[in-house]
T-cell receptor, first 111, second 116 residues
Framework: DAKTTQPTSMDCAEGRAANLPCNHS???????VYWYRQIHSQGPQYIIH???NNETNEMASLIITEDRKSSTLILPHATLRDTAVYYC????????????FGQGTRLTINP | DTGVSQDPRHKITKRGQNVTFRCDPI?????LYWYRQTLGQGPEFLTY????????KSRLLSDRFSAERPKGSFSTLEIQRTEQGDSAMYLC??????????????FGPGTRLTVL
């Protein structure tokens, strides 16, 4: 599984776009990038995933660089409820059996 | 509520005692996972089942730990002779295996274990 590197913490103002970077320089060609988040005292929650094309769903957008060595999760209009630890996970094929979490990025949305 | 449930939510025990946790996955999810999370760290994979078969176990899962999913529905995780280092949040997740699409994992709220 690809090793990922994320900043330890970030701050963002409510209503602004939150851009969370992730480096995954060792990712192989058939490995996906998955994003989960964990709100305090809850289990992790799936956000989005991608292989090489940019992806968007109702929660977020995922921008993957052309060389696939890094990606950015975008929360377009952050709210206080988006305060959480965000995990970027690389590896596995679609339908991966297990998730290998790092320490993630602690995102704080400020009013 | 049709999400993943875990019982108990909190457990305090004395070192050396045995504890058992239960996880009820989302109905008809055929995959069930156990993770452990210590303070300030991301969850660590322990084991997973597909239906009743245990398909993978982490090296973290010492012989004091045993997990079962006897009828392919709920699962139990037992820790024998607990140690203070076992204190953690134990998370259960489930997913529905559908080939050709991503099988996101749905997590329960966790069981917080404190070993005194």
């Amino acid at each position: 599984d690809a090793k990922t590197t994320q900043p330890t913490s970030m701050d963002c103002a409510e209503g602004r776009a939150a851009n969370l970077p992730c480096n995954h320089s060792t990712i192989s060609g058939n490995e996906y990038v998955y994003w989960y988040r964990q709100i305090h005292s809850q289990g992790p929650q799936y956000i989005i995933h991608g292989l090489k094309n940019n992806e968007t769903n109702e929660m977020a957008s995922l921008i993957i660089t052309e060389d696939r060595k890094s990606s950015t999760l975008i929360l377009p209009h952050a709210t206080l409820r988006d305060t959480a630890v965000y995990y970027c996970i690389g590896g596995g094929i679609q339908g991966a059996q297990k998730l290998v979490f790092g320490q993630g990025t602690r995102l704080t949305i400020n009013p | 509520d049709t999400g993943v449930s875990q019982d108990p939510r909190h457990k305090i025990t004395k070192r050396g005692q045995n504890v058992t946790f239960r996880c009820d996955p989302i109905s008809e999810h055929n995959r069930l996972y156990w993770y452990r999370q210590t303070l300030g760290q991301g969850p660590e994979f322990l084991t997973y089942f597909q239906n009743e078969a245990q398909l993978e176990k982490s090296r973290l899962l010492s012989d004091r730990f045993s997990a079962e999913r006897p009828k392919g529905s709920f699962s139990t995780l037992e820790i024998q002779r607990t140690e203070q280092g076992d204190s953690a949040m134990y998370l259960c997740a489930s997913s529905l295996l559908l080939w050709g699409s991503y099988n996101e994992q749905f997590f329960g709220p966790g069981t917080r274990l404190t070993v005194l």
